[in-house]
C-alpha cells in the first residue's frame, strides 16, 4: 500500500538529482574554460598599429620592459626628417625619444625605430602575452617647407619577449 505524499517526494528528488548533475556538469565545464583561458580578452587581440594618412605602421616586437620596435613606412610625396617618436598608455609627448640626427625618409621608404612605451610616467612593464594599449607620436620636420609636424597613431600590442 502506498502513502499518499510518496510519489510527489520521489518526483522531487528525481527532479533535483537531474537539475543537480546538470549544474555540476556546467560547473566543471566553466572551470575548464577558466583554466584554459578561454575568458581572457586579450588572447584574442590582434596587434595593431594606425598612423594618419602618408604613414603606416608595424609592430614587430614588443618586450616586457616596454621597448617596442617600429616599422614605420612613408607614402608623401615631400621628404621628411623624423626628429622624435614616442610611445604612451595616453596621447602625451612627455617621454618622446629625440632622435639626432634626424632620420630622413623619401616616398615609399621605411625605417625601423626602437623605443619605450611609458603606462603614465613609468616604462610600461608586463608579461609574456600581456596587452599594451596607447598612441604613438611621431614629431617631424617636412624638408621642403620647414613645417614641423606632430601626429598621433594607436597601438595595441602583446609582449613577445621578454
Given at each position: ?37 578561454v575568458f ?94 596607447g598612441s ?16 598621433y597613431g ?9
Amino acid at each position: 500500500m502506498l502513502k499518499t505524499g510518496t510519489h510527489k517526494l520521489q518526483s522531487a528528488m528525481e527532479y533535483l538529482m537531474t537539475y543537480g548533475w546538470a549544474i555540476l556538469i556546467i560547473g566543471v565545464v566553466l572551470v575548464a574554460l577558466y583554466e584554459l583561458n578561454v575568458f581572457t580578452p586579450s588572447n584574442y587581440v590582434s596587434p595593431l598599429c594606425t598612423l594618419p594618412a602618408g604613414f603606416t605602421c608595424t609592430s614587430d616586437y614588443f618586450y616586457s620592459n616596454g621597448l617596442i620596435v617600429l616599422n614605420i613606412e612613408y607614402t608623401n610625396i615631400n621628404p621628411i626628417n623624423i626628429t622624435q617618436v614616442g610611445c604612451n598608455s595616453n596621447q602625451t609627448t612627455a617621454h618622446i625619444q629625440k632622435y639626432s640626427p634626424p632620420v630622413p625618409m623619401n616616398a615609399g621608404e621605411n625605417s625601423t625605430f626602437k623605443t619605450t612605451c611609458y603606462q603614465g610616467n613609468t616604462p610600461f612593464s608586463g608579461q609574456l602575452s600581456s596587452l599594451f594599449t596607447g598612441s604613438i607620436a611621431l614629431n617631424y620636420t617636412d624638408t621642403r617647407t620647414g613645417f614641423q609636424n606632430l601626429i598621433y597613431g594607436k597601438i595595441a600590442a602583446k609582449v613577445t619577449s621578454s
